[in-house]
């Protein structure tokens, strides 16, 4: 199986940075993704890695460690708009796809 | 890109009743496809991936099934739902060739069981 472990909930305010931290462990690893979900509404992508190192897109950037089974999600410039779930997923194998997801990190920012 | 559409919106269902989710998708040729389920306070489960037409392979025993009549269609369905099917199901699509490229996600369908 899998083990996805995020934090349940986080708080920081306008212009801020906050980091989502998540750590799994399972087998046939290919790649980690991060996931923002507003409520009620889909998921949509935000990042991927499946290399070792940081990937960085505008404000949003995720850093991948597969020897310590941990990746982070990092936010700056917060905006009020950042408020939602951020869903941590592992992909295992590569034809079939399949992603695992952690329970979402739940963030609010305050003004 | 791809679009990906699924109907109804919200369904609200007796317990026993049957169920028929569907989903299609739109700028794509050969994709993977995925039925997902969040119920409340849980994170997105994997029910059923499929990678071609009549190819289904379930993640976890339970009461539904699915279906891939048709490359881009995919459906969800139950004979007689319980209380437990409740929750916000999604579809999702990948281009198979590309393993590169991230799941993209329909806008779901909540569930909610009576």
């Known amino acids: 199986g899998q083990n996805i472990d995020q934090p349940t909930e986080m708080t920081a305010t306008e212009g801020a940075i906050v980091q989502i931290n998540c750590t799994y462990q399972t087998s046939g690893f290919n790649g980690l993704f991060w996931y923002q979900q507003h409520a009620g509404e889909a998921p949509t992508f935000l990042s991927y890695n499946v290399l070792d190192g940081l990937e960085e897109k505008g404000r949003f950037s995720s850093f991948l460690s597969r020897s310590k089974g941990y990746s982070y999600l990092l936010l700056k410039e917060l905006q009020m708009k950042d408020s939602a779930s951020y869903l941590c997923?592992?992909?295992?194998?590569?034809?079939?796809?399949?992603?695992?997801f952690g329970r979402g990190t739940q963030l609010t920012v305050w003004p | 890109s791809q679009t990906i559409h699924q109907w109804p919106a919200t369904l609200v269902q007796p317990v026993g009743s049957p169920l028929s989710l569907e989903c299609t998708v739109e700028?794509?040729?050969?994709?993977?496809l995925y039925w997902y389920r969040q119920a409340a306070g849980r994170g997105l489960q994997l029910l059923f991936y499929?990678?071609?037409?009549?190819?289904i392979s379930s993640e976890v025993p339970q009461n539904l099934s699915a279906s891939r009549p048709q490359d881009r269609q995919f459906i969800l369905s139950s004979k007689k739902l319980l209380l437990s099917d409740s929750g916000f199901y999604l579809c999702?699509?990948?281009?198979?060739?590309?393993?590169?490229?991230?799941?993209?996600f329909g806008d779901g369908t909540r569930l909610s069981i009576l």
């Open positions: 997923a592992v992909r295992r194998g590569s034809t079939l796809g399949r992603l695992y």
């Open positions: 700028g794509t040729s050969n994709p993977n």
């Open positions: 999702a699509c990948k281009d198979r060739a590309d393993s590169g490229q991230p799941q993209h």
């Open positions: 499929s990678v071609g037409i009549g190819q």
